[in-house]
């Protein structure tokens, strides 16, 4: 089936302690997002890739960076993670660009740092 | 400042009691509504998009309305599976690769 898939599932760090997050698809899908969803809170866009075009939200943090190296796979890499940054990130993919998109997402890693 | 509010925040059912959970936007320009699925500890799983008033998308015990100022996600005889955060997100035209969503509802079926 095709699908979004995230590893790892849960990652404990240590504050400022640089980690990165994966996310793979097999949809084929030219849009990858990263949202952030803390606790009972609703997901928050953190940036998206348009094939290799980055768009970043305004008010993400400095902290976050993304890299996009193909198609498949998209990175969400936290540089000094803070206790802040702990929550729930998910990927998201959507066909193409544009009004009525639909975006489907995996299962998230759930980020604790210590 | 285009917001989505959703009501009520919980909601705890007896198995077979049908209900509706609201979901109210103000944004100039819907560009689609889209009604999604949570459970603990997972992402949102996808479930409708409604584009313009007056649209209707059923799926199981679940069917979508819209209006120009809310979305209802009425549920039919839930069961004990059922039970999950419902999302409700829009698009506005402002930033149509944005998804703003919701609190959510909490729903609870118990048997």
């Known amino acids: 089936d095709a699908m979004v898939i995230q590893n790892p599932r849960y990652q404990v760090t240590q504050f400022g302690k640089p980690v990165t997050l994966s996310c793979s698809q097999t949809l084929n899908h030219n849009v990858m997002y990263w949202y952030q969803q803390k606790s009972s809170q609703a997901p928050k866009l953190l940036f998206h890739y348009y094939d290799k075009d980055f768009n970043n939200e305004a008010d993400t943090p400095d902290n976050f960076q993304s890299r996009r190296p193909n198609t498949s796979f998209c990175f969400l890499d936290i540089r000094s993670p803070g206790l802040g940054d702990a929550a729930m990130y998910l990927c998201?993919?959507?066909?193409?660009?544009?009004?009525?998109?639909?975006?489907?997402f995996g299962p998230g890693t759930r980020l604790l740092v210590l | 400042e285009d917001q989505v509010t959703q009501s009520p925040e919980a909601l705890r059912l007896q198995e077979g009691e049908s209900s509706s959970l609201n979901c109210s936007y103000t944004v100039s320009g819907l560009r689609g509504l889209f009604w999604y699925r949570q459970d603990p500890g997972k992402g949102p799983e996808f479930l409708f998009t409604l584009y313009s008033a007056g649209e209707e998308k059923e799926k199981e015990r679940l069917k979508a309305t819209l209006t120009k100022k809310e979305s209802f996600l009425h549920i039919t005889a839930p069961k004990p599976e059922d039970s999950a955060t419902y999302l409700c997100a829009v698009q506005a035209p402002a930033n149509t690769d944005k998804l703003i969503f919701g609190t959510g509802t909490r729903l609870q079926v118990f048997p």
């Open positions: 998201a993919t959507s066909r193409d660009k544009g009004g009525g998109q639909t975006q489907y």
